[in-house]
Nanobody, 122 residues
Framework: VQLQACGGGLVQAGGSLRLSCAASGRTFSRYGMGWFRQAAGKEREFVAGISWSGGRTNYADSVKGRFTISRDNAKNTVYLQMNSLKAEDTAVYYC????????????????WGQGTQVTVSS
């Protein structure tokens, strides 16, 4: 599976962005998908995960109620809708695919996209 993330950019605090991650290959629907982020000087952290069917989701406490993960298996795409953005959301955002449900653990993800920068100005 090859993943291509896009949709990042510069936004003011309180604003919204929608990230997309397009996957190649016909097996996209077999994988759980996740979004992670890495701020400068910090470790990569889990943001949100979604099961292969889209029926189950998981979020980091820091984004609950503000971010929404979804997927469209017909389009081989997973999304991250980010609302009420804060300066602390600034990071490079990565999408990833896992065979293990919708794990929050980076090492359980098999494939990673290249990342898209999100910058939130305060």
């Amino acid at each position: 599976v090859q993943l291509q993330a896009c949709g990042g950019g510069l936004v003011q605090a309180g604003g919204s962005l929608r990230l997309s991650c397009a996957a190649s290959g016909r097996t996209f629907s077999r994988y759980g998908m996740g979004w992670f982020r890495q701020a400068a000087g910090k470790e990569r952290e889990f943001v949100a995960g979604i099961s292969w069917s889209g029926g189950r989701t998981n979020y980091a406490d820091s984004v609950k109620g503000r971010f929404t993960i979804s997927r469209d298996n017909a389009k081989n795409t997973v999304y991250l809708q980010m609302n009420s953005l804060k300066a602390e959301d600034t990071a490079v955002y990565y999408c990833a695919a896992t065979q293990w449900g919708y794990s929050g653990t980076p090492r359980e993800y098999d494939y990673w996209g290249q990342g898209t920068q999100v910058t939130v100005s305060s």
